[in-house]
């Protein structure tokens, strides 16, 4: 699909240069270029995601850790 973008003089040229380098057309490198940054802002979003469901454990979790830690403590406490 053609589309018209608007890109910065300096940011084009080098975006040419590296079409050339690489014997791409600048439409393919484009495409190329906003496939890999959408996969990586797609898998950025993912990490969020899952980083906030894990970084909050529900109240079963957070029992079970407590008593753990103080199982943990006196083992060690126990030890010394």
């Known amino acids: 699909m053609k589309t ?4 910065e ?8 240069r590296a079409a050339r380098e690489m014997g791409l057309s ?3 490198l484009i ?10 802002r797609r898998r950025e979003q993912m990490i969020e995601q899952l980083n906030r469901v894990y970084s909050k454990p529900d109240s079963s979790e957070a029992r079970i ?5 103080a199982k ?3 083992t060690i406490g126990d030890q010394w």
């Open 4 to 7: 018209a973008i608007s890109v």
């Open 9 to 16: 003089g300096e940011l084009l040229n080098e975006t040419d």
């Open 26 to 28: 600048r439409s393919r």
């Open 31 to 40: 495409s190329v270029a906003l496939e890999d940054y959408l996969h990586r």
């Open 65 to 69: 850790t407590k008593k753990m830690k």
């Open 72 to 74: 943990f403590r006196s």
